[in-house]
């Protein structure tokens, strides 16, 4: 079972990571991404922008998720933190966004552009100051 960066969209993430348990064969493999609060924490004005501008109703730590994990009994055989290259990431993000912004405007209003730039920005900043991330988890089902 896998996935990629959805679990953030996800508010109750216990019950998320129990119904995976539930759902998986003995012997399976979890496996999964997902955006992560970084080493760093950011403001309360911070995370509430970033939040509210990612409509994510919660976001987990690296070592809260190996501890949702281990805890319905899985047995994690690798974890990677990727804050280096989401933040990476997160530049192309705004080269995208910029680079497109013409058509944005057209399409969308420029309303519309400022505020998506005024966001990833935000976001962009916060992950070089490492306030989020990104990490990888995969974690087998013991038989």
């Not at 109750?12 to 997902?34: M, N, Q, S, Y």
């Not at 962009?124 to 990888?136: E, I």
Request: charged content about 30%; glycine content about 8%; some cysteine.
């Amino acid at each position: 079972m896998w996935g990629q960066d959805a679990w953030c969209y996800i508010r109750d993430k216990v019950r998320l990571v129990e119904e995976t348990w539930r759902v998986l064969k003995p012997g399976g493999t979890l496996a999964f991404t997902d955006w992560i609060w970084g080493s760093n924490n950011p403001s309360e004005e911070e995370s509430d922008f970033l939040m509210e501008f990612m409509v994510f109703p919660d976001l987990q730590t690296l070592n809260g998720y190996d501890e949702l994990i281990t805890s319905v009994g899985y047995h994690i055989t690798e974890k990677e933190d990727l804050q280096e290259d989401f933040a990476k990431y997160m530049d192309i993000y705004v080269d995208t966004l910029k680079n497109n912004k013409d058509n944005i405007i057209v399409g969308f209003g420029a309303e519309l552009y400022n505020e998506a730039e005024k966001g990833v920005l935000a976001w962009q900043k916060a992950a070089q100051d490492k306030k989020v991330g990104r990490g990888l988890w995969i974690a087998k089902k013991n038989e």
